[in-house]
């Protein structure tokens, strides 16, 4: 079966959200290779090997470098969700209201969070334009 994050503590217990995104990609590439190969024990030994793996690099990383690893992993967080917000901002069925509330969402962003938010935010640009008439679209 494929992992999500949410199975993560259920396998290993005290991982941080950017080590449980970790382990799921790990357990869930060794389950697709032992499964292509065609082996038996499949979700067992995905799962040690996703053990094995965030043990060694737990192991290998002081406080201040986990630090480190969970600010990278906001700041690919707060990008994707910019480049997302920018793309359902031009979607014909999201409201006119919708656009304006996700735009102030985005200028905020990239005012409390600067760089980190503004990486990305070129795609943003369509969140002024309205391509519903009268600012509203209806679903069929």
């Known amino acids: 079966m ?3 994050v949410g199975d993560v503590d259920d396998h290993m217990k005290g991982l941080s959200a950017s080590e449980k995104e970790t382990w799921v990609e790990v357990a869930n590439k060794a389950l697709a290779a032992c499964e ?3 082996k038996a024990d499949c979700d067992a030994s995905a799962i040690k090997q996703a053990n094995a793996v965030l043990g ?3 192991e ?7 630090d480190f690893v969970e600010a ?3 700041k690919a967080i707060l990008q994707r969700f910019m480049k997302a917000a920018g793309v359902l901002a031009g979607h014909p069925f999201i409201s006119k209201g919708a656009k304006k509330r996700l735009s102030g969402l985005q200028d905020t962003l990239r005012t409390d969070h600067g760089k980190a938010a503004g990486e990305e935010s070129d795609d943003t640009s369509e969140a002024g ?7 509203e679209a209806e679903f069929k």
Request: no cysteine; charged share 25%; net charge negative.
């Open 72 to 74: 990278a992993s906001f």
């Open 60 to 66: 290998a990383l002081t406080p201040d470098e986990e």
């Open 129 to 135: 334009s309205d391509p519903s008439p009268g600012g």
């Open 56 to 58: 060694k690099v737990r």
């Open 36 to 38: 292509k190969a065609g």
């Open 2 to 4: 494929p992992w999500t």
